[in-house]
């Protein structure tokens, strides 16, 4: 999956979840309400309107309360953000150099140079391989799928979403024959599913 449309999906889903503020369950099953993603708590959903700005990039540098992007061009300043992602709870000792993070910006007249202030922050991790296929074969027993002829793992943390939406919670609701995107660590000599998005039948997330 392209990461720019994947980044701009899980910010959209990060506003939703946010505003909602209810305990995260790891799937989507929109279209509206979404269950939110860790970290989230509620907030005043006119702050979600301030700016439709935002940047994302891989981080650099964490320093206090600013992330520095884009080898330290841009400071992201998170002073006052919701800090989301997949997995547990989230602070910003949890963002690390290397990681791809989404930011959403409160204004758009941000003086010269200065640090960008941040509402809400999306960290999605670095993966290992980002790979788009049919599923093969599932083993539900297992927590695994087949794909381009390579087992995939499923573990608690994996996150599950479909596009267009629908209910999709674990290894289980995948059937053969069906295209996921999947974004994936390799751990223990294995393939760990991070994300894993049941694609349209087209394969692509835009015509």
Same mark, same amino acid.
């Given at each position: ?51 439709? #700005? ?39 000792? #949890? ?23 941040? #509402? ?88």
């Amino acid at each position: 999956m392209s990461r720019k449309v994947f980044a701009a999906a899980l910010l959209t889903f990060a506003l939703a979840s946010v505003a909602i503020g209810q305990p995260h369950r790891g799937v989507m099953t929109g279209p509206m309400p979404m269950p939110p993603m860790q970290g989230a708590t509620p907030v005043d959903p006119s702050v979600l309107t301030i700016s439709t #700005s935002n940047i994302s990039g891989t981080v650099q540098s964490v320093s206090s309360s600013t992330i520095l992007i884009a080898d330290g061009f841009f400071a992201i300043d998170a002073t006052q953000a919701r800090i989301v992602g997949y997995g547990p709870p989230m602070t910003i000792s #949890s963002i690390h150099a290397g990681d791809h993070i989404v930011a959403m910006i409160t204004k758009s007249d941000v003086v010269s140079n200065a640090p960008l202030p941040a #509402s809400i922050v999306v960290v999605m991790r670095a993966d290992d391989v980002q790979l788009t296929g049919t599923v093969q074969s599932i083993d539900a027993a297992h927590a695994a799928f087949t794909v381009l002829g390579r087992t995939i793992h499923v573990t608690s943390s994996t996150f599950f979403a479909a596009m267009p939406p629908t209910t999709i919670k674990s290894v289980a609701d995948l059937t053969a024959g069906t295209i996921v995107s999947i974004d994936a660590t390799i751990a223990n000599g294995e393939v760990e599913a991070r994300t894993v998005m049941l694609m349209p039948a087209s394969g692509r997330l835009m015509p």
